[in-house]
């Protein structure tokens, strides 16, 4: 007896629904993989801006008695940088997934009334540093709810375009005063909190020093 082989012109409904349910779930398995790979991505953009930032605020200390910029607000010391010509580009001041973006707008030298405006930088400031105030310091960080000494985010907030919002799990990005960048918990990943105690005392890196005011990011950046 003679047997038939039959031919198979493509797959059966069962067949295409299991490759299917199987990209499904490749697809599902990849999408926070992704999310993670992309906001580290996002952080380390961020973490490099701050080291710009306060490489241009150590050069400035340097030709002025050791102080770090100083003003009525984060974007008016910052200023001082471009009209020293420490910084060029405006994009430093920026961050991803920030409401304040500047437009790489600086006006016309020697003034450069147009650098560093209000809704263009990302970064708050503790104000009155110095070279020599200590390393351990918070200098340069993500803006805040607020401008208390010991500073609040929003965790709840986390990935959203919005001020103080933090990354996941409740963290910021902080530069302290010896050019260190790193990224910092807050108390409340979930909601509004400061950062973290360091687990040896009932102290953060804010509240170890005795900080006398920061500077917020909603200046006109006029000095």
Known sequence: ?????????????????????????????????????QENGNITKGSNNARQIYLACSLYSNDNDGRFPRGDSANAAFRKLVKDKLIEKEDV????????????????????????????????????????????????????????TNPQWDGAAAGQTLRGRTWSNGRVIICTGDGSVATYK???????????????????VFTKKNIRSVLDVLGDGNE
């Open 1 to 37: 007896m003679k047997t038939t082989k039959r031919n198979r012109g493509g797959f059966t409904l069962i067949e295409l629904l299991v490759v299917i349910t199987i990209i499904a779930t490749l697809a599902g398995l990849s999408v926070p993989v992704f999310a993670r790979v």
């Open 186 to 204: 807050t108390d409340n990943p979930d909601g509004v909190g400061s950062i973290e105690p360091d687990g040896k005392s009932d102290k953060n």
């Open 93 to 148: 001041f920026g961050c991803p997934g920030s409401p304040y973006l500047p437009d790489n707008d600086l006006g016309e030298a020697p003034n450069y009334a147009e650098a560093v405006e209000s809704g263009e930088n990302h970064w708050m400031m503790v104000n009155g540093l110095t070279s020599s105030s200590g390393g351990a310091i918070p200098l340069i960080f993500e803006n805040a709810l607020d401008t208390n």
